[in-house]
């Protein structure tokens, strides 16, 4: 019988990795997402969609399912369902194997802030300018909302959720996206500063490269640390050889 594996997904290399292990003949894969989004990329394997219900509702559904490997490939923002995963995965004895691209470095001419939090990067928009392109996700903007003094635009997958500042456009892409089209955006904006969460990758790295050539300042939120004890692996075949060995 092969053995069972449970993705928890949401992200390109998520799909990438299902994809590869469809075609393996000693795996049975289901992708999980959380359903924040309503038009997800196509999946290939079986596909589940909605909450467990913390870490003890996933640890039963492994159980009720017979999942031999939890695979966290989830945003990574997504503390709380990697927090999940780990606790799971240690409650029932099962392996874990978490997949996260390396988050993005600052070259030659970048002018970024590192911050911790959404409420960090706020406090320090006054000083740096006074339009502002978020591109922090549709939550969290509630920590800018108190900021009446600046314009906002808010660039999203999915419309974002108030409160949100009062002097907002939003813009609703998915990218990739250019530097030729970032720049453009930064330009016909007139944005003094992006800020953006360290999602790392390519899809949505162009805006970077577009601030640097232009000078603009970039807050950018870092990414929350592991649980204690767990590890990741940085890429889809890295993922594919530490699963390897236990596929049937």
């Not at 079986?46 to 996933?58: D, S």
């Not at 959720?161 to 990739?176: I, K, N, Q, S, Y």
């Amino acid at each position: 019988m092969p053995a069972h594996l449970l993705i928890l997904g949401g992200t390109t290399e998520a799909r990438e990795l299902a994809a590869a292990l469809v075609a393996h003949p000693g795996a049975r894969v289901t992708t999980s997402l959380a359903g924040r989004v309503s038009r997800p990329g196509a999946l290939e394997g079986e596909l589940r969609v909605g909450g467990f219900g913390g870490a003890e509702g996933l640890a039963a559904w492994l159980r009720a399912e017979r999942v031999d490997v939890l695979v966290d490939a989830t945003h990574p923002f997504a503390a709380a369902i990697t927090a999940n995963a780990a606790r799971a995965a240690a409650a029932t004895g099962l392996p874990l194997v978490v997949l996260r691209r390396p988050g993005w470095r600052p070259g030659l001419g970048d002018r970024w802030h590192s911050v911790s939090s959404l409420p960090e990067a706020a406090a320090l928009l006054p000083e740096l300018g006074g339009r502002v392109l978020l591109t922090t996700g549709r939550l969290g903007l509630a920590a800018f909302a108190h900021l009446a003094g600046l314009h906002f635009v808010v660039r999203s997958v999915e419309p974002p959720e108030p409160p949100m500042p009062p002097h907002t456009e939003v813009l609703l892409a998915r990218g990739p996206f250019t530097v030729a089209d970032e720049s453009a955006l930064l330009r016909a904006h007139r944005i003094d500063v992006v800020v953006t969460k360290d999602s790392g990758g390519t899809a949505t790295s162009a805006k970077l490269t577009a601030a640097r050539e232009l000078g603009v300042p970039v807050v950018l939120v870092r990414r929350p640390p592991l649980p204690e004890g767990v590890t990741a692996v940085a890429d889809v075949p890295a993922a594919l050889a530490e699963l390897e060995p236990r596929l049937r």
